[in-house]
């Protein structure tokens, strides 16, 4: 079936730090690859997205390369804010027709100064 | 400005007294959806509709309806609700069907059945 894994959190940084959120899928077809945010109290906002193999994603300094061979989709970021805490879905978007999400179970991120 | 709108953002209730949640976006989306999101399990969708008076069911249905009569409108209605309901909904439009479409999101919706 169609799943989505992400490294269970919270992750907790201090400022400038580096960030990696792994993330691993299982999919049929060929599928788009999402990294969605959802800060305190705030409905999911897209972060970036790759449709195909190789693709890379990038958006407010986060960076994530679509990897058919490892099934991996990495969020990565250089150096971490306060601002950046909340938490991060990786989501797979399925092909043929259908308009749905699968979500994994999402990683809490805690930017300390 | 382009949003999702939901009501109430958080709602008790008791069982068995049926309710619903409202969701309108102003973005003339074609696809709309329902999600839940529980700890440990993501977002989970509940019922999607492709246009109006289509609709179909997600992953997680069982205890749910929805309608799609106008384009903007996507109600979800919980016609006897149950402690295990208890919950934070989502609900989510894009534009265009396929997986590599962004969905919008509105604010959430929590939800409390006693």
């Known amino acids: ?113 | 400005e382009a949003q999702v709108t939901q009501n109430p953002r958080y709602l008790i209730t008791v069982t068995g007294k049926k309710l619903t949640v409202t969701c309108s976006q102003n973005m003339n989306h074609e696809y709309m959806s329902w999600y839940r999101q529980d700890p440990g399990l993501g977002l989970r969708q509940i019922y999607y509709s492709m246009n109006v008076e289509v609709t179909d069911k997600g992953d997680v249905p069982e205890g749910y309806k929805v309608s799609r009569k106008e384009k903007r409108n996507f109600p979800l209605i919980l016609e006897s609700p149950s402690p295990n309901q208890t919950s934070l909904y989502f609900c989510a439009s894009s534009r265009r069907q396929g997986g590599g479409s962004e969905q919008y999101f509105g604010p959430g919706t929590r939800l409390t059945v006693t």
């Open chain 1, 1 to 113: 079936g169609n799943s989505v894994t992400q490294m269970e959190g919270p992750v907790t940084l201090s400022e400038e730090a580096f960030l990696t959120i792994n993330c691993t899928y299982t999919a049929t077809g060929y599928p788009s690859l999402f990294w969605y945010v959802q800060y305190p109290g705030e409905g999911l906002q897209l972060l970036l997205k790759a449709t195909k193999a190789d693709d890379k994603g990038s958006n407010k300094g986060f960076e994530a390369t679509y990897r058919k061979e490892t099934t991996s989709f990495h969020l990565e970021k250089g150096s971490v804010q306060v601002s950046d805490s909340a938490v991060y879905f990786c989501a797979l978007g399925l092909s043929g027709g259908y308009n749905k999400l699968i979500f994994g179970a999402g990683t809490r991120l805690a930017v300390h100064p």
